[in-house]
């Protein structure tokens, strides 16, 4: 493995498009991924396990996974959904 030039992040690929884009730019999505043997009885088994999804900006903005952080604010001080009346 040769040596990593300092200030330069890993570039990953989005899960979405395929662009590379830099590891700190990119939006992760864990996933959970189950498998199982479908037998009946003693014999079945299940493993699930967690895999890191990276996307690209504009595609996180378009499948809803990221938002502005406007508006991330906003919801968090209850603007959205709030019953108050002024």
Same mark, same amino acid.
């Given at each position: 493995?040769?040596? /990593?030039? $300092?200030? $330069? ?5 989005? =899960? %979405?498009?395929? $662009?590379? *884009?830099?590891?700190?730019? =990119?939006?992760?999505?864990? /996933?959970?991924?189950?498998?199982? &043997? ?8 299940? +493993? &699930?396990? &967690? ?6 900006? @504009?595609? =996180?903005?378009?499948?809803? *996974? +990221? ?5 991330? =604010?906003?919801? !968090? !001080?209850? +603007?959205?959904?709030? %019953? @108050?009346?002024?």
């Amino acid at each position: 493995m040769g040596k /990593r030039r $300092r200030g $330069r992040e890993r570039l990953v690929r989005c =899960a %979405s498009c395929g $662009r590379q *884009i830099p590891r700190d730019k =990119a939006v992760s999505d864990t /996933r959970r991924k189950t498998y199982t &043997t479908d037998l009946k009885g003693e014999e079945n088994v299940t +493993f &699930t396990d &967690t895999i890191d999804v990276y996307y690209c900006v @504009s595609c =996180a903005k378009h499948r809803g *996974i +990221f938002e502005k952080k406007k508006q991330q =604010a906003q919801r !968090r !001080r209850g +603007f959205y959904g709030s %019953s @108050s009346s002024y």
